[in-house]
């Protein structure tokens, strides 16, 4: 959550035509809905194209603003300082898990290291061991520590590999970089920046 009623996600996770949507949260035998009033994706988007090297969906961001606020905490976004290659980021996600279970009830973290980083990604090389990002964990953040306080570095757009095993190259679209950065702050001019 950047604020009380704005959730930052991947643009890739909004169907293109999707006129209603909604964020569940809370328990998952108790989940609470919020409808969003505003579905706003990067007007850059690009779903293929290329960055470090990779196949990368380009400007991956959108923003969910919901119809009343919701209590849960917020997070601040890195600001204009890049994080840095072999900096550790914390990542969390829903998505298929080591043993190739899916379930939206269990919020998973882990951490990685940082193997590279450019004006548009965040890249997390896994060797096997630890955690990695894998398919339903879209959208989610990738977090670094600044002055004690988590603060969102990317969000998880794709990896390298479908099975997400090691060799895998975890990509997390920058939001210090200026065209995400940007689109972030217009969306949400209230937004707290590290």
């Known amino acids: ?8 996600t991947a643009a890739h ?3 293109p035509g999707t006129s209603a949507a909604a964020i569940f949260y809370g328990d998952a035998e108790s989940a609470l809905r919020e409808f969003a009033s505003v579905i706003r994706v990067h007007p850059n988007y690009q ?3 290329s960055s470090g ?3 990368a969906a380009l400007n991956d961001v959108a923003i969910i603003q919901l119809q009343a606020a919701v209590p ?3 997070v601040a976004i890195l600001g204009s300082e890049n994080p840095s290659g072999g900096e550790e980021i914390a990542i969390f996600g829903y998505g298929t898990d080591e043993n190739g279970s899916f379930t939206f009830e269990d919020l998973r973290s882990g951490e990685m290291l940082i193997s590279d980083v450019n004006a ?6 896994f060797d096997g061991e630890g955690s990695n990002t894998c398919q339903g964990d879209s959208g989610g953040p990738a977090m670094v520590r600044r002055d004690g306080d988590a603060v969102i570095a990317g969000v998880t757009s794709s990896g390298v590999r479908e099975d997400c095993l090691a060799g895998d190259i975890s990509l ?3 939001v210090a970089g200026d065209e995400v950065s940007s689109f972030i702050r217009q969306a949400v001019p209230d937004v707290s920046v590290r």
Request: aromatic residues 10%.
């Open 172 to 174: 997390f679209v920058n």
């Open 53 to 55: 090297g990779q196949n």
């Open 13 to 15: 996770c909004i169907v």
């Open 47 to 49: 779903p293929f194209g």
């Open 1 to 8: 959550m950047l604020t009380a009623d704005d959730v930052l």
């Open 72 to 74: 849960l905490p917020t």
């Open 120 to 125: 548009t990604h965040v890249f997390a090389k």
